[in-house]
C-alpha cells in the first residue's frame, strides 16, 4: 500500500522542482493526448512548447541584418505574458492570505472600462503624458470592481469566491453593453466596438519590428515589489501570517478584515491594470472580447509561480507560450483552441499533485493488521 | 404566466441537478470548485451518445459517467494526494472547457430531437396545473426524485450519518472506524455524476444541441445555491425554483415591456446570486448551523 508520510520539514529542493516536473509530466501526457488524436506527438509538442525558444535562438545566432523577423514570436510571448504576470503576481499574495479572488477576469474587464472611458472622453490631439492617468484609471476600475466582494465578505461574510466570480459575467455583460451602447463608435459599420483609442494612450512598443510594449516593465516592476513587500515588510508578514494561521495573526494584533481589504484591492487593481493595458497595446479600443480569460489563467500562473510574485514572471512566460503554441497548432495542425485549454489545466493538476511531495515522502508500507 | 412557469422549472433542473450533487459533496467535507467543467462534460458526453446511438437513456447515463469520471480526476488529486481542493476545482474546470471543447467541435451545428415529455391523456394538456405539473420530459422528474433521496438518505439513512459525521469531524469520524477517504470519494464522485446530469439535460433537452461553453456559469450558480440552502436539501429546491424564475427574467422580460437593456436582464442570475449570498452569509447563525465544518479541509488518516 502506498501512504504519505510527513516530512519533518518542507522540501525546499521539491518547492523549486515541483513546476519543472508538473511541465514535464504535462508534455508527456500531452505527447499522449497528441498521438490519440492522430498527430505526430513530437512535432505537435515542438509546435506548442518550443517554437519560440528556436525562433529565440535564431535570433541569438543569426547574425545582423538576417535574425529580426525571428524576434517576432519570442516578443509575442512577452507580450501574451504581461497581463498574466500582472494579475498573477496580485493573486500569488491574495492567495496567501487565503483570500480566494477568482474574479480576476471580471476586475481585468473593469479596468479595461474605466480606463477605455478615460480614453474615449479625452479631447483630440491629447498629450502622451495622459497615458499614467490612463493606466491609473484602470488601476482604479479593477479595485473599485474587487472592493464589491471584499465589502460583501468584510461585513457580511458573504464567500468571496462566488461573488467575485460572479461580478465577472456581470463585467462581461456591462462591456457588452457599452460597445453596442455608449462607447459605440458611430463609423464603426455597426459593429460593436469603440472609436480606435489616441496614439497617446497606446502603450510604447519598446522593439521595432515587434509588438513588445512599455507593460514589459511595468509588469517586473510590480512582481519585485510585490516580492519585496511580501519578503521584506511588516505588510507582507502580516498577509502570511493571516494566511497561514489567522489565530495567531489575531494575537500578534493583524486584523484579517483589514488584509482581506488589502489584498483584493491589490490583485484587482493589478489585474484592472493589466486589463488596461492589454486593451491599449494590443486591440487598442474596446470591444465585447478582450482576452478576459486571462483572468481565469492567471490563477494557474501564481500557482506555477509558488505563489511567489517573482516566480508569476516564470509562470506567466510558461502559460504564455501554451498560447501562443495553440494559435500555431490551429494554423499547423489544425487543432481546436481548446486544446490549449487541456494542456493549461492538465499543467495545473499535475503540479498540485507534485507539490504533496513537497511536504510528504511517498512509503510502501504494508497494510497494517489487528 | 403558465409559460413562466413551465419554462421556469425546466431552468431549474440543470441547477438543481448540479446543486444537489455538490450539496452531498460538500456535506462529506470536501468543496469542488469544478462543477462548471464536470458540467460541460457531461453536456458533451451526452450529446455525443445520444447522437451516435440514438437513445436518451444511454446519453442520460453517459453525462453521468462522464461528471463521475471527472470527479475521480479531482479526487485523486484533492483527496489521495491531499492538494488544496479549490485550485484542484478550478483546475477541473480549466480542463473541462478545453476538454469539452474539443470533444464537442465535431457537433457544434447538430440539433437533436429534445428528450420526449410524459403525455398522459387529458391529464397532460387538458388543465393549466396538468400542463404545469405532468408535462415534463424524465430528468424534471429525477432531479425532484434525487432531492428527495438525497433528504432521505443524508437524515433517515447510517450511511447518511456517516456521511454528515465526517464531514463535521473527520478525526472523529476516523476514530468511529469511518473510513473518512471512501466516504469521501463516494460523495465527490456522487456529485460528479449529479453535475454530469445537469450538464446532460442542457445539451439533451434544455437547448438540444452542443454549444462551447454552454453551460454559461450555472455550475457556480449551483454552488451558490448550495450556500443559500445552508446545506440543506429542502431548501435547495425552493431555492433552485426562485433562481430559475430570474433566470427567466432575461427572456420575458422584453416580452413583458420591462424598459431595460437586454445585457441588464442577462445580468440578472448573477447579481441575485450576489444578493441571496448576501442574505444568508449575513446571519453567521444560519450558515454555521449546517454548514459541514470540514469542508475544504484534506485529511490524512494520522494512523
Redesign the interface.
Known sequence: MIVLEPRPQPSRALALLSPVIAIGLTLLAGGILMALMGKPPLEALRIYFFQPFEELWMWITLPEGEREMWLYTPAEVIVKAIPLALIGAGLAVCFRANVWNIGAAGQYTMGAIIGGWFALSAPEGASGLLLAPYLIAGVLGGMAWAAIPAFLRVRFNANEILVSLMLTYVAGYLLDWLVRGAFKDPLGFGFPQSEDFQDAFIMPVLVEGTRLHLGVVVAILVAVALWVMMGRTMKGFEVRVIGAAPRAGAFAGFSRDRTIWFVLLLSGGLAGLAGAIEVSATVQQLQPQISAEYGFVAIIVAFLGRLNPLGALFGAVILAISYIGGENAQILLQLPKAVTGIFQGMLLFFLLGCDTLIRYRIRLMRPARG | MENFIISMIIAATPLLLAAIGELVTERSGVLN?GIE?MMLMGAVIAFAVANSTGSSALAIVAGAGAGAAMAL?FS???LS????Q???G?????????????IG?GFVGIALDPLSKLSIPVLSDSTALGRILLSHDVMVYLALALAAGVTWFLYRTRAGLALRAVGDNHDSGHALGYNVIAIRYMATLFGGACAGLGGAYLSLAYTPMWA?NMTA?RG?IA??LV?FATWRPGRLVAGAYLFAAVTQLQFYGQDWGLPV?S??L??AP??A??VA??II??D?NL?KANAPACIGKPF?AER
Open positions: 470548485l467543467g480526476i485523486v488529486i484533492a494526494l491531499l492538494a488544496n479549490p485550485a484542484t478550478l483546475a477541473l474546470t480549466i480542463f473541462g472547457v478545453g476538454a469539452s471543447g474539443l467541435q462551447e456559469g457556480w454552488l451558490a450556500v437593456p445585457q441588464f442577462a445580468m448573477y447579481v446570486t450576489i449570498l448576501v452569509s449575513r453567521v450558515t490524512r
